[in-house]
């Protein structure tokens, strides 16, 4: 089976480069996502090709007026192309679709005679999406989309305001109007297919899956001296980042919160810093360093608020980089997580600001050797169970079914 990914897959060294002359960072879920995604189509049997757009800010909030077409071969065998496009918000829209109109007919012209083929797409985004779904209905070819998230809450946690506020609204409006159009859908949580009204066509179920390899140029990590709890990913009150700074600070404990990522919320964080000197506010970082602050932590937490419609169709693919670390977890039990998770994590039952503060009291007083059999146990879960491979087996499967009916 022919696979054309389309998305923002490029190789982690690129992103990074992106990500490093940019004012606002990406988000790198995306990308570590499609990478596992592709290796694991890969390897069991598929042969994958990406066209992609890389997620960078526009000019000015990055250096970059402009993306050139460019080539790329991850893993010796994916090869990747650049969508180029004018960088600048506006004609950054525009000139997306008309490249991935131009590219994707070709892709779809070179490969009109072979049947099993598919379309793989990675989000509603109306740049690409809108395309996807004219040409492969055009060509014949089985267009599936990835929905990790529903498109009404894409763009709520930026708080956008004036022309960039109205434009996210814009793009959602354009999201929500394309996502029944696919001929199959891959979705994060099943709660999704009825939100999004497409519980009549073809779904599967995939949460995500996680990749053992991230951490192979990793030596063990001793813990940090004091013991240290871990939250990494967006900085905003959407995601509960003001009750786990003020929980925290709600505690005596002799430890340290640590915090990485971006948001809108990250000059609160800053301020609680210079309040509480256990506080470290780590900003973005590359994903080494990343990866090495997940093992060298006793505690890693995931503190999404329950109480919102968003977490009903919610499951955080950061949480299974978290278990392949070792490190235990701490998280709220959003409604979207199955609940062959459940026996696996620390969970925080009142989400109150002195709620989280017991919760983390409760966690880090326990012994070390009980801390240490928590984070093993859902680590031994997630490689057996979660692993790229085996979770991208089930997509091939998928789809070769779609195909052949």
């Not at 049997?45 to 080539?71: D, T």
């Not at 960039?164 to 394309?178: C, D, E, V």
């Not at 899956?209 to 959407?238: A, H, M, V």
Request: hydrophobic letters at 40%; glycine letters at 6%.
């Amino acid at each position: 089976m022919k696979i054309l990914l389309l998305g923002s897959l490029i190789s982690t060294e690129q992103m990074e480069l992106l990500n490093r002359n940019s004012k606002e960072k990406a988000s790198v879920a995306p990308v570590n996502y499609e990478t596992m995604l592709a290796k694991g189509l890969s390897e069991n049997g598929a042969e994958v090709e990406a066209l992609s757009i890389p997620a960078v800010a526009a000019y000015p909030y990055s250096i970059y007026k402009r993306i050139n077409s460019r080539h790329e071969v991850i893993f010796n065998k994916i090869h990747v192309q650049w969508v180029p496009f004018v960088n600048v918000q506006g004609l950054k829209q525009v000139t997306i679709k008309k490249s991935v109109e131009r590219l994707l007919k070709l892709w779809l012209k070179n490969n009109e005679g072979i049947n099993n083929k598919v379309v793989l797409m990675y989000s509603m985004y109306p740049s690409y999406s809108e395309p996807a779904i004219q040409l492969c209905k055009k060509y014949g070819c089985h267009l599936c989309a990835v929905v990790p998230d529903l498109p009404e809450y894409m763009y709520s946690w930026k708080k956008m305001k004036g022309i960039r506020g109205g434009y996210s609204q814009k793009i959602t409006q354009q999201m929500l109007r394309l996502q029944g159009a696919c001929d199959s859908y891959v979705l994060f949580t099943k709660p999704m297919a009825k939100k999004m009204k497409i519980d009549n066509k073809p779904y599967l179920v995939s949460e995500g899956f996680c990749d053992k390899s991230i951490f192979e140029d990793i030596p063990e990590q001793e813990k940090y001296e004091k013991k240290t709890i871990l939250y990494g990913g967006n900085l905003s009150k959407l995601y509960g980042i003001h009750n786990l700074v003020d929980g925290f600070m709600k505690t005596n404990m002799d430890a340290e919160l640590h915090l990485y990522g971006a948001g809108a919320d990250a000059s609160y964080i800053e301020a609680c810093a210079v309040k509480d000197q256990r506080i470290k506010f780590m900003g973005r970082v590359e994903r080494t360093e990343l990866l090495i602050a997940l093992k060298k932590a006793h505690l890693l937490i995931v503190n999404k608020p329950t109480d919102d419609d968003y977490s009903n169709y919610s499951f955080s693919s950061k949480i299974l980089e978290y278990m392949i670390s070792g490190t235990p977890i701490l998280t709220t039990k959003v409604k979207g997580m199955p609940e062959e998770y459940y026996p696996f994590f620390f969970f925080i039952e009142n989400e109150t600001v002195n709620g989280i503060a017991d919760s983390i009291f409760q966690v880090l007083q326990k012994e070390q050797n009980e801390l240490l059999r928590m984070g093993k146990s859902a680590e031994a879960f997630a490689l057996k169970s979660k692993n790229y491979k085996i979770m991208a087996k089930h997509i091939v499967d998928f789809l070769m079914r779609q195909i052949q009916f």
